[in-house]
């Protein structure tokens, strides 16, 4: 049984800091992309960041880029994404996502999905 649990996630003040985490298991996680979305009341799930298998390849989406920072730890099954400057309209829902192989920014490419974090950022 595949599990995706992010943590991580809170209240903090606009230009801050926050370090978000997703530990993987049921799954060998080195063989699979993994990405981080995101989900604003009312709005689509939208694409955030993702990160090849090794971790040698990274993309972010123009709203992010600069400020984020994705990456992963294959010896402990572990996605993060470090998010800098966090601005109000960066409150959300942020969730951890895995796919097969080759990363992808659409999340209907995604096969296992973890519960969700809620961001929020004042202003």
């Known amino acids: 049984q595949v599990q995706l649990v992010e943590s991580g996630g809170g209240l903090v003040q606009g230009g801050g800091s926050l370090r978000l985490s997703c530990a993987a298991s049921?799954?060998?996680?080195?063989?699979?992309?993994m990405g981080w979305f995101r989900q604003a009341p009312g709005k689509e799930r939208e694409f955030v960041a993702a990160?090849?298998?090794?971790?040698?390849?990274?993309f972010y989406a123009d709203s992010v880029k600069g400020r984020f920072i994705i990456s992963r730890n294959n010896a402990k099954d572990t996605v993060y994404l470090q998010m800098n400057s966090l601005l109000p309209e960066d409150t959300a829902v942020y969730y951890c996502?895995?796919?097969?192989?080759?990363?992808?920014?659409?999340?209907?490419?995604?096969?296992?999905w973890g519960q969700g974090t809620q961001v929020t950022v004042s202003s």
């Open positions: 049921g799954l060998t996680f080195s063989s699979y992309a």
């Open positions: 996502a895995a796919r097969y192989s080759r990363t992808s920014k659409a999340p209907a490419e995604y096969t296992y």
């Open positions: 990160i090849s298998l090794s971790g040698g390849s990274t």
